[in-house]
């Protein structure tokens, strides 16, 4: 399932953090801190703080996602069994048992949609704190500004996309099967 790192429980799911994970962290958030030095020309200290809470919000949003998909998918009856976070980028993925019977469209579509919907409310959480850093700007703005767009261009609006991979191939499919196109 996992060659992760069992890192704890939320909602009854385990979440594992993989050996990516760690490394991805230090290599984003230097890469945040670098970009802010010199493309957004901050100075190092705040940049590095900045990239770091940068690589932080990053981490927390792909992990709520996938809790909003725990949530939906326990609602529907057929719950996941963990969370992984891992990869260079701190991609998280969805865990479900691997011998799950065919299961009616319906269900497919509410287990995508939960992660989009709690993406979209971080995004909707975090519009107001940006707009009202941006008069000071710096860092926490820079931040702020990145995780509303982050969530709400990324995690939210890929639902509707197919990519083979994401929530909007899991959507788009079950629409397909649904509508016979
Ligand atoms: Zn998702």
Do not use: C, K
């Amino acid at each position: 399932m996992t060659n992760g790192i069992r890192a704890g429980r939320v909602l009854g799911v385990p979440v594992f953090l993989e050996r990516g994970f760690f490394i991805g962290f230090v290599l984003f958030s230097a890469a945040f801190a670098w970009f802010g030095a010199t493309t957004l020309g901050l100075p190092p200290g705040e940049a590095i703080v900045g990239g770091l809470a940068a690589e932080t919000l990053l981490w927390l949003s792909e992990f709520l996602h996938n809790v909003g998909h725990a949530i939906a998918a326990r609602r529907t009856g057929w719950p996941m069994i963990g969370i992984s976070l891992g990869l260079m980028l701190a991609l998280g993925r969805s865990i479900y048992p691997a011998d799950e019977p065919a299961l009616p469209s319906g269900v497919h579509v509410r287990r995508a949609l939960g992660g989009p919907l709690v993406s979209l409310l971080i995004a909707a959480l975090l519009l107001p704190v940006a707009l009202a850093l941006r008069p000071t700007g710096g860092a926490p703005f820079y931040v702020a500004a990145f995780g509303a767009g982050l969530n709400f261009f990324v995690y939210t609006l890929q639902a509707l996309v197919p990519l083979g991979f994401n929530d909007g191939a899991v959507i788009w499919r079950a629409v397909r099967e649904r509508f016979r196109i």
